[in-house]
């Protein structure tokens, strides 16, 4: 199997203006990480790190009891280097994925 190359700060958790923040990548092999665990009312920041536009949905996750989590849906496509940040405040498992036809996904569990 071959390996998939982290880009630095992937994952990273962060202190900023009070909050914790994870970051997320969008790259062209995918969201790094794919699955993060934070503590309800912490954030999340998505960060395109591709030359293509992102933006990211919420879904169902199939087969599971995940539930939708509506506000994680970004209101608008992110260009490169574009960012998009959203407190989770609700305790489960959360499903997102990229709507802008990549076959791509990933979870964050809030505690």
Not at 18 to 37: A, D, E, L
Not at 38 to 46: A, K, L, M, P, S
Not at 57 to 83: F, L
């Amino acid at each position: 199997t071959g390996s998939v190359e982290v880009p630095a700060g992937a994952g990273a958790r962060t202190f900023e203006k009070g909050v914790y923040v994870t970051t997320i990548f969008f790259t062209t092999k995918g969201f790094v990480p794919q699955s993060v665990v934070i503590t309800h009312g912490e954030e999340v920041r998505f960060v395109n790190k591709t030359s293509l536009t992102m933006r990211v949905g919420s879904q169902v996750q199939s087969g599971t009891s995940s539930t939708y989590y509506s506000s994680i849906s970004d209101p608008k496509s992110q260009p490169k280097g574009g960012t998009y940040q959203i407190a989770l405040t609700q305790p489960g498992v959360w499903s997102y994925y990229s709507m802008t036809g990549d076959p791509f996904a990933g979870l964050v569990v809030v505690k």
